[in-house]
């Protein structure tokens, strides 16, 4: 599942919303300006920036130049953390971390600079570089690699450093939902810390300088290790396969939506209730680890995986018709008088439209852990969604989809995480500060 939306006509949703966010910057490879604005709209910087529309077009077929991923860089600051909106990178580190026993408020605040820190110093333009107490090497002779660390905080982070007058409402447990299968061991965590490049080392370079960072203050509660599709391996930008074959993330809310920012964002000074004002210009983060039952999946007719769906395997178009990024007509009906996406359709069940206008924006990595102690192959979605209240965003949907998702027959939820990611931070600042300085 990916934020990057499909081929040449629609904009990518990972593009950047607003100048605030972490919008990738210089250098502007052919990549880059692909691979972010998405190629629509890339045509249309291009096109602005003087060269014509044959230009344009031949941008549009053009395959990537491989050389360029590792000069992607996606600024650390910003009033928003990066790796929100940005389209998900090919490989990603989600790791949730406990603080030690005696860690407190102080110690928390320590951690969250060096992090933060850290993370400035390995996302910088050009030639990223790294605290040198931390360093391995690993990382060296690469770019950038488009790295993202977005750092966040889980309910008990706020009782063990006295800060519970600080939590958010929105912080509130997630409900149970009857068919989840949860292993509380890889669930939830004091800091959630999500780690995407398109370098395999760049990524794991972050993980363990973040990991070295923490010593004596926190330790590593679960890790997930996730993948996406190279940028560079189709002839052209393309919304990503998830491991069951679909095109994934076609339909997600996208940056030049109206009203994308309070679907995602907590507004400016907090939201009324739900979110204190230290979490301006963040988001929350819902994790789930959804395993895909891959061996019976197989056995299904394409035919039957697309009514499953609701949407086209080849090209992922809807059912009713069009295009990939054609609007969904959950009305329409098929020549034998059927529902043309079914009744059970996920594309249904999910929609906002059936859930009273709830949103997020996914953002999530196919995962393969090799195979399960049940034969099967271990794999499947490192879901994560974002928005501004998970109780309008993801808390709504999953309600629906446990009970009457056609796809849920496939799928097991077998770990789970709820994260408030505060805002940015500033050139000198540390992500948190508001709250642990506040
Ligand atoms: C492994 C699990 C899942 C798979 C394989 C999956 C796959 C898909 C696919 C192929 C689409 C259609 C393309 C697109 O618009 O992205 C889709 C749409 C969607 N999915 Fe999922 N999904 C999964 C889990 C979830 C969960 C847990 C949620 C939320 C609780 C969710 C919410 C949505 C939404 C909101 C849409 C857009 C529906 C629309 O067209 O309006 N999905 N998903």
Known sequence: ???????????????????????????????????????????????????????????????????????????????????????????????????????????????????????????????????????????????????????????????????????????????????????????NGDLWVQIGADDALVAFHALRVLQKAAHGTASVRWQMNGFNRTPGATARPMTVRNLMGQIDGTNNPKPTDPGFDQKVFVPAGGSAGSSPAWMAGGSYAVVRRIRMLLDSWDHLSVARQEKVIGRRKSDGAPLSGGTATTPVNLAAFDADNSLAIAGDAHIRVAAAASNGGAAMLRRGFSYHDGIGSDGSPDAGLLFVAWQADPMRGFVPVQRKLDGSDGLSRFLRHEASGLFAVPGGAGPGEYVGQRLLEG
Do not use: C
């Not at 790796?83 to 860690?103: K, N, S, T, W």
């Not at 790295?147 to 966040?152: I, M, N, Q, R």
């Not at 007058?165 to 939902?177: E, H, K, N, S, T």
């Open 1 to 187: 599942m990916s934020t990057v939306n499909d081929d040449t006509t629609a904009p990518k949703s990972g593009a950047p919303a607003a100048p605030t966010t972490g919008a990738p910057t210089a250098p502007v490879t052919r990549r880059r300006l692909l691979g972010t604005a998405g190629a629509a709209g890339a045509a249309g910087l291009l096109v602005g920036g003087g060269a014509g529309a044959a230009t344009a077009a031949a941008a549009r077929t053009e395959p990537t130049a491989l050389s360029s991923v590792g000069t992607g860089h996606i600024p650390f600051e910003g009033a928003r953390q990066a790796g929100i909106v940005e389209p998900a990178q090919a490989r990603a580190h989600l790791v949730a971390f406990d603080l030690a026993p005696g860690a407190d408020r102080r110690a928390a605040a320590g951690l969250l600079r060096r992090w933060s820190d850290a993370a400035r110093e390995m996302t910088r333009e050009g030639r990223p570089t790294t605290p040198a107490a931390y360093d391995d090497q690993v990382a060296d002779d690469a770019g950038p690699s488009s790295l993202t660390v977005t750092f966040g905080f889980g309910r008990s982070f706020f009782a063990r450093t006295g800060l519970t007058g600080q939590r958010p409402q929105a912080l509130a447990p997630l409900p149970d939902f009857p068919a989840d299968a949860l292993d509380a061991r890889r669930s």
